[in-house]
């Protein structure tokens, strides 16, 4: 009998992250370009990381000098590279990865981090973005943004003042002690290993037509090769059978008759959501089972001691939206104080491939004993696969992972656990892996 291969490999679309850096003077016009090359885009998944988050803290003395304005803050050694070039590697092989927030007005790093994950194209943008060789060998296409000195200063001083607080004094005697000088010493080299050079900014819609194209192109080239991967595990379990650590709902007389109610075309929506709750409560009962318990004892009313068992750690849920809403009742039922996330994941009928578009978890998911994964329906596993990638990026271990659903197809559920062996799937009933996904419809009526 022919085994379900474990622990295949799986990369998710955001892994290997194109990453896009854009350089140029102070004032030339990175972060205009940047947005506007987002804006060409019209894509969810684009992210712009800013080098200003990576400012060195400074010492007591070097915090005076730049509230007097004289820290040289456009010298390569204000920035800290290493920190820079370890978070972009983490983007790169697609994990989460927290950035600093840098306070212009306070001249040090806040204590918040904003946390980046999960990005398709990173566009970074800073004046030594083509400056260091450790970004330089992850780039996948370098631009330099180009403009005269007197733009440059003019829109430098209307940002400083505006956005920063500065003085237009203290704006023009950093432009002139380290800002301008720096420029023909550090900057200005970096046009040369440009593959893009971008005159005039965002007024160049030739340019940022081409640099989209560009982006595009290369996405394009990742998405088959991620639809070939999705194929690929498909054929490697196609014949294979359903692993230990699916776990069907126990055909009993109630559930064939449930289901039975369930599959009738002709049933009224207000009875098929009543019986559909009952059958959901069952399923978020059966995966409350792979729970960790430990002892514990409480005093009865009667003021006798019962030795009992509690959950040994939270147990929290993550919808798959839209078709794991559909679940959500009978977890209520099952679990009434239960947290929930939230993860939307689409898949174009054009390519194919999903999608990563919403997602919304606990901060402390990695520490809770059990995480149900709610999905309405398995089909062929793509989205649930990338939803359980997401979850163990975000530190969330393998066998506290158990997925639920009403149907899952056979080929759907040992693709998934192929890839994440230790992963669990309770599911009520598995049909064939083309079934089309009726439930939410018929559940939420449109």
Same mark, same amino acid.
């Given at each position: 009998?022919?085994?379900?291969?474990?622990?295949?490999?799986?990369?998710?679309?955001?892994?290997?992250?194109?990453?896009?850096?854009?350089?140029?003077?102070?004032?030339?016009?990175?972060?205009?370009?940047?947005?506007?090359?987002?804006?060409? &885009?019209?894509?969810?998944?684009?992210?712009? &990381?800013?080098?200003?988050?990576?400012?060195?803290?400074?010492?007591?003395?070097?915090?005076?000098?730049?509230?007097?304005?004289?820290?040289?803050?456009?010298?390569? #050694?204000?920035?800290?590279?290493?920190?820079?070039?370890? =978070?972009?590697?983490?983007?790169?092989?697609?994990?989460?990865?927290?950035?600093?927030?840098?306070?212009?007005?306070?001249?040090?790093?806040?204590?918040?981090?904003?946390?980046?994950?999960?990005?398709?194209?990173? @566009?970074?943008?800073?004046?030594?973005? &083509?400056?260091?060789?450790?970004?330089?060998?992850?780039l996948d296409l370098k631009i330099f943004c180009e403009a005269d000195a007197d733009t440059c200063l003019s829109r430098r001083l209307v940002r400083d003042v505006e956005e920063r607080g500065r003085d237009i004094q203290g704006c023009i005697k950093?432009?002139?002690?380290?800002?301008?000088?720096?420029?023909?010493?550090?900057?200005?080299?970096?046009?040369?290993?440009?593959?893009?050079?971008?005159?005039?900014?965002?007024?160049?819609?030739?340019?940022?037509?081409?640099? !989209?194209?560009?982006?595009?192109?290369?996405? !394009?080239?990742?998405?088959?090769?991620? #639809?070939?991967?999705? =194929?690929?595990?498909?054929?490697?379990?196609?014949?294979?059978?359903?692993?230990?650590?699916?776990?069907?709902?126990?055909?009993? =007389?109630? @559930?064939?008759?449930?289901?039975?109610?369930?599959?009738?075309?002709?049933?009224?929506?207000?009875?098929?959501?009543?019986?559909?709750?009952?059958?959901?409560?069952?399923?978020?009962?059966? /995966?409350?089972?792979?729970?960790?318990?430990?002892?514990?004892?409480?005093?009865?009313?009667?003021?006798?001691?019962?030795?009992?068992?509690?959950?040994?750690?939270?147990? +929290?849920?993550?919808?798959?939206?839209?078709?794991?809403?559909?679940?959500?009742?009978?977890?209520?039922?099952?679990?009434?104080?239960?947290?929930?996330?939230?993860?939307?994941?689409?898949?174009?009928? +054009?390519?194919?491939?999903?999608e990563l578009h919403f997602l919304s978890l606990a901060p402390d998911i990695a520490e809770h004993g059990m995480v149900l994964l709610l999905d309405g329906q398995v089909c062929r596993g793509g989205a649930v696969l990338m939803a359980v990638r997401?979850?163990?990026?975000?530190?969330?271990?393998?066998? =506290?992972?158990?997925?639920?659903?009403?149907? /899952?197809?056979?080929?759907?559920?040992?693709?998934?656990?192929?890839?994440?062996?230790?992963?669990?799937?309770?599911?009520?009933?598995?049909?064939?892996?083309?079934?089309?996904?009726?439930?939410?419809?018929?559940?939420?009526?449109?």
């Amino acid at each position: 009998m022919q085994k379900v291969p474990r622990g295949q490999q799986y990369s998710p679309p955001w892994q290997n992250t194109s990453i896009i850096g854009i350089a140029g003077s102070s004032g030339s016009g990175k972060t205009s370009l940047a947005l506007a090359v987002v804006a060409a &885009l019209n894509l969810p998944w684009v992210v712009i &990381l800013s080098m200003d988050s990576f400012y060195n803290p400074l010492t007591p003395e070097q915090s005076i000098q730049a509230f007097k304005n004289e820290f040289d803050f456009d010298a390569p #050694q204000a920035i800290d590279f290493d920190i820079l070039v370890e =978070r972009l590697k983490d983007l790169k092989n697609g994990k989460k990865c927290e950035v600093p927030i840098y306070s212009f007005e306070k001249h040090a790093r806040i204590s918040k981090t904003q946390t980046i994950y999960s990005p398709h194209v990173l @566009i970074l943008e800073g004046i030594f973005a &083509l400056h260091d060789q450790r970004i330089l060998d992850m780039l996948d296409l370098k631009i330099f943004c180009e403009a005269d000195a007197d733009t440059c200063l003019s829109r430098r001083l209307v940002r400083d003042v505006e956005e920063r607080g500065r003085d237009i004094q203290g704006c023009i005697k950093q432009w002139f002690n380290f800002v301008k000088p720096n420029f023909h010493k550090w900057v200005k080299p970096q046009r040369e290993i440009a593959d893009i050079i971008v005159p005039r900014g965002v007024e160049n819609k030739v340019a940022i037509g081409m640099i !989209s194209d560009r982006i595009l192109k290369i996405l !394009s080239h990742k998405s088959a090769l991620h #639809q070939l991967e999705l =194929r690929r595990l498909g054929q490697a379990v196609e014949a294979a059978p359903l692993s230990a650590n699916v776990l069907v709902l126990k055909q009993t =007389r109630q @559930i064939t008759g449930i289901n039975t109610l369930l599959l009738d075309p002709d049933l009224k929506r207000e009875v098929f959501i009543f019986y559909f709750d009952r059958l959901a409560s069952l399923l978020i009962e059966q /995966a409350s089972e792979c729970n960790q318990f430990e002892a514990t004892q409480i005093q009865t009313p009667e003021g006798n001691l019962y030795i009992g068992l509690k959950s040994a750690r939270e147990v +929290s849920a993550v919808v798959l939206l839209r078709g794991g809403s559909v679940l959500e009742t009978g977890l209520r039922r099952v679990i009434p104080d239960c947290r929930t996330g939230r993860i939307l994941i689409q898949t174009p009928e +054009s390519t194919g491939e999903p999608e990563l578009h919403f997602l919304s978890l606990a901060p402390d998911i990695a520490e809770h004993g059990m995480v149900l994964l709610l999905d309405g329906q398995v089909c062929r596993g793509g989205a649930v696969l990338m939803a359980v990638r997401v979850l163990v990026d975000h530190g969330v271990p393998e066998d =506290r992972i158990i997925v639920v659903t009403y149907t /899952a197809g056979r080929t759907g559920v040992n693709r998934l656990l192929s890839v994440f062996p230790d992963v669990r799937v309770v599911v009520g009933r598995v049909v064939g892996d083309a079934e089309d996904r009726w439930v939410e419809r018929r559940y939420l009526g449109c």
